[in-house]
Each structure stands twice: as structure tokens, then as C-alpha cells.
């Protein structure tokens, strides 16, 4: 399968990003209601950016994710900190190689838009089951973070070190072609 990682500049994909979450908000496992859900769904197209990723055959949305640069709490002042606010992959395309490489191009284009992003957050439920063992994963590089808040889990990981796990795994994918 080939894909493309591409980001949402244009009013399509602004579109097409807000389409596809939507027709997907009951998968995306955020414990709000639907109006908060749409409050995170789209604060990345105004304080951030938004990704599609298409599956180039039969050329339709596999995926989509978004982050803003600053947190709420700070009016997104606080732009050294990138947090992620939604991030889905349809459960016929989730493997770990689409993973990565969306990884890969979400941590670029997190990098292109403010090089001076030192942190990457994000919320999930509590009980995240499947999503349990690749969290765990992003807990041991250096300097992250695993905090619980009601029923909700909060992570913290060094930009640099998210960024070299992505250059690692993309060694490995090279070396495994």
C-alpha cells in the first residue's frame, strides 16, 4: 500500500479533515461531549496543523491527526509545547509500519512550523486497552511523562527524543527494504 502524508493547507483539506473525524467522532475515545469533541477536533487548523493521510489506491482517507502549538490554559503562548489533540486511524489500516511513518511526518511537520518546539503532549482515556503498549513505549524514552487526572491520562515527551525514535525507526524501515 502507498500513502500520502499530507498536510492540511488548503480549504479541501480542511474539509475533508473535519469530514472524516467527524464521521468518526464515536471512535476517537475522548470522554467529552460532542461539542468539546468538535473544540478539539478542529483547534488545529486555527492554532496548529491538521494531517490527512490518504491510501493513494483507491485513494481514500486511511487516517487523519492534528496539534496545535501551545496549550488553552496558556492562550497558545506557550509555543515550545506541541500538543496533540486528535490522531485516528481507521481499525482496517492500523498497523505498526502506517503508525510510524505517520509518526514520521506528524514529528516534520511539527518541526517545520516552530523549531523551537521542545515538548509533545497529549491526553487519552484512562483505559486505553490496545493503546496501552505503545504509550508505554513513548513513557521510556528520557524525560517523559505518565500522569492520571481523574479519568484521564496525560503524557509528556521530550521533542528531541520523539523526533529521534522516529529517526531510529526509520533506519530500521530502510534497513528492513
Not at 486511524?89 to 516552530?114: H, K, P
Not at 487519552?124 to 521510556?140: I, M, N, P, R, W
Request: hydrophobic letters at 40%; a negative charge; proline letters at 5%.
Amino acid at each position: 500500500m502507498s500513502f500520502e502524508f499530507r498536510p492540511c493547507n488548503m480549504e479541501m483539506d480542511h474539509e475533508a479533515y473535519i469530514r472524516f473525524l467527524l464521521q468518526h467522532h464515536a471512535e476517537l475515545n475522548l470522554p467529552y461531549p460532542f461539542a468539546m469533541k468538535l473544540s478539539f477536533i478542529s483547534s488545529p487548523l486555527m492554532f496548529g496543523k491538521g494531517m490527512l493521510v490518504i491510501d493513494e489506491e483507491p485513494y481514500e482517507l486511511a487516517a487523519a491527526a492534528g496539534f496545535v502549538y501551545g496549550t488553552g490554559a496558556n492562550e497558545y503562548k506557550d509555543r515550545h509545547i506541541c500538543q496533540v489533540e486528535v490522531a485516528f486511524i481507521r481499525s482496517e489500516y492500523r498497523r505498526t509500519s502506517l503508525f510510524i511513518r505517520g509518526l514520521q511526518a506528524l514529528v516534520a511537520e511539527m518541526r517545520a512550523g516552530n523549531p523551537d518546539v521542545v515538548q509533545v503532549q497529549f491526553w487519552t482515556s484512562a483505559d486505553q486497552g490496545e493503546s496501552d503498549k505503545l504509550f508505554s513505549k513513548l513513557c521510556a524514552l528520557p524525560g517523559s511523562m505518565k500522569s492520571l487526572v481523574n479519568d484521564l491520562t496525560f503524557y509528556t515527551v521530550p521533542f528531541r527524543e520523539l523526533e529521534a525514535l522516529c529517526h531510529s525507526f526509520g533506519s530500521r524501515m530502510k534497513l528492513q527494504s
